[in-house]
């Protein structure tokens, strides 16, 4: 490909990725409108961390939790119970590397952005990919066979998004423009902790434990009542855990918002 056709390709993919960070800086400005600066929240849970010993003890229908997950309350387990969910092992190790390789060359022609202190997301690069290799290919439908339900369209690319070791993404609320009800992703490089809080109750919160070949599912009110993050290495904890962060790159399929509304534009075609 000539540098010009390259030039071409970035310039087509920037308004999307442009467009999709503005909404979801837009979404982050709206909830510290409503008064619930996370920022702030985060850096008080930071100095009173969640009570370890209360998560430990806490079961799930009676069941102890399955490991990768903790939670602020048995009710807000029980309320997300079937809207979140996390398969470790999800990727076999053949087919992490297979994802890695082919997403290495189209990540690293990418600078790492350090944004405003603002952004949404810190130390990252991303694209949005819709043709794969047909190995790929088959790994994203499982995916989709795992995450959607049969009637569910997925948005036609697939949000690649790489994290550097002190990158970090800030709580936040997939806007409804661009994401419809189901978040799947799969992680690969470095286990993270993705944080679940309530936009009207703080207090109200979810850990999830993301290792390399997981795939995790937000979906209904997961994705709409609760904002996500993925914390940046020096809060990274799981509890008295301490979850070292490096380089994470998550591939993160999005079923498609619901219809426009009347004189909006319609949405992109299908596929994952
Ligand atoms: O990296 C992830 O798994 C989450 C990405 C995310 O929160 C987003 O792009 O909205």
């Not at 969640?50 to 807000?76: E, F, T, Y």
């Not at 997939?174 to 992680?187: E, Q």
Request: charged share 25%; net charge positive; proline share 8%.
């Amino acid at each position: 490909m000539t540098l010009h056709q390259w030039a071409w390709q970035l310039r087509a993919l920037a308004p999307i990725a442009q467009e999709k960070r503005r909404a979801l800086n837009a979404a982050n400005s709206l909830t510290r409108e409503a008064g619930l600066d996370r920022e702030r929240a985060n850096r008080g849970r930071v100095a009173a961390p969640p009570q370890p010993m209360a998560a430990r003890r806490m079961r799930r229908n009676g069941r102890p939790l399955p490991a990768w997950l903790r939670g602020s309350s048995p009710a807000v387990l029980s309320r997300l119970r079937g809207a979140v969910l996390v398969r470790p092992g999800f990727l076999s190790a053949a087919e992490e590397d297979t994802l890695s390789r082919e997403l290495e060359p189209e990540l690293r022609r990418r600078r790492y952005e350090y944004d405003h202190w603002d952004a949404a997301i810190h130390g990252f690069r991303e694209t949005e990919k819709s043709r794969w290799s047909q190995a790929s290919r088959a790994i994203l439908q499982r995916v989709q066979a795992a995450a959607f339900s049969p009637g569910q369209t997925l948005l036609s690319s697939v949000h690649v998004l790489d994290l550097d070791a002190r990158g970090y993404i800030k709580p936040h609320v997939d806007s409804v423009k661009f994401c419809g009800d189901t978040i799947a992703g799969l992680s690969l490089l470095s286990t993270s902790v993705m944080r679940l809080v309530h936009t009207q109750e703080p207090g109200h919160w979810l850990e999830l434990l993301l290792e390399p070949g997981s795939l995790y599912i937000l979906r209904d009110s997961a994705r709409y009542d609760f904002s996500h993050e993925i914390l940046r290495d020096e809060e990274s904890f799981f509890g008295e855990r301490r979850i070292p962060r490096s380089r994470r790159i998550s591939v993160i399929c999005r079923s498609l918002p619901e219809g426009p509304g009347p004189g909006e534009p319609p949405q992109p075609p299908p596929a994952c």
